[in-house]
């Protein structure tokens, strides 16, 4: 059974900064990648970043790249996405989940390949 808590959201102005974090239960060494994804208020989900667990390997979504960062730390079985200069489109639940069975590149966005899931944490960003 896998258990992923989200925490870390926040209010904040636009060009402000949040961490959030994503503590994981788990059996995690076979893991592929961790990932976050957000959901606007009358939007699809949609894919933000992703880590793969072992080689730490990144991915991020075009609209926040060079903005955020996402990290990993597997002594504390934690995921990190560090979000900078935000801006109030930014502002969305977040989602981390977890990929434990597709490993190729090709499947680090795909929210139906992820088998678990967070709550979520809201962000909201001010203009």
């Known amino acids: 059974q896998v258990q992923l808590v989200e925490s870390g959201g926040g209010l904040v102005q636009a060009g402000g900064s949040l961490r959030l974090s994503c503590a994981a239960s788990g059996r995690t060494f076979s893991w592929y990648f961790m990932g976050w994804f957000r959901q606007a208020p009358g939007k699809e989900r949609e894919f933000v970043a992703a880590i793969t667990w072992i080689s730490g390997s990144t991915y991020y979504a075009e609209s926040v790249k060079g903005r955020f960062t996402i990290s990993r730390d597997n002594a504390k079985n934690t995921v990190y996405l560090q979000m900078s200069r935000l801006k109030p489109e930014d502002t969305a639940v977040y989602y981390c989940?977890?990929?434990?069975?597709?490993?190729?590149?090709?499947?680090?966005?795909?929210?139906?390949?992820?088998?678990?899931w967070g709550r979520g944490t809201q962000v909201t960003v001010s203009s």
């Open positions: 989940a977890v990929n434990r069975y597709y490993s190729g590149r090709s499947y680090y966005g795909l929210d139906n390949k992820y088998d678990s």
